[in-house]
Nanobody, 117 residues
Framework: QVQLVESGGGLVQAGGSLRLSCAAS????????MGWYRQAPGKQRDLVAT????IINYADSVKGRFTISRDKNTMYLQMNSLKPEDTAVYYC??????????????WGQGTQVTVSS
């Protein structure tokens, strides 16, 4: 079973930085797209950034402040100049080709990021 495990969330003051990690494990043959999403209380889950190898996309609200990167089956999100409105549960997602299942989408359990003003 493919699993995605996020880490690196926490409490930080406005203007500070955090680095999130997402490690994919299991019978993975290939990973296509990986991405970060976030969900604030009472709001829908929104895209933050995606990485499909050569193609990287960011939400307008994080451009210039967040950087997504990948190293094999691990994905990172470097978050700088954090704002209180960045407070949310951050989820990683991946489109994975795994043994016995072909292509499928997977989600991590989420990690809380809280930015105080």
């Amino acid at each position: 079973q493919v699993q995605l495990v996020e880490s690196g969330g926490g409490l930080v003051q406005a203007g500070g930085s955090l680095r999130l990690s997402c490690a994919a494990s299991g019978p993975i043959i290939k990973i296509d797209r990986m991405g970060w999403y976030r969900q604030a209380p009472g709001k829908q889950r929104d895209l933050v950034a995606t990485n499909s190898g050569a193609i990287i996309n960011y939400a307008d609200s994080v451009k210039g402040r967040f950087t997504i990167s990948r190293d094999k089956n691990t994905m990172y999100l470097q978050m700088n100049s954090l704002k209180p409105e960045d407070t949310a549960v951050y989820y990683c997602s991946a489109t994975v080709f795994s043994l016995g299942r072909a292509w499928d989408d997977y989600w991590g359990q989420g990690t809380q990021v809280t930015v105080s003003s």
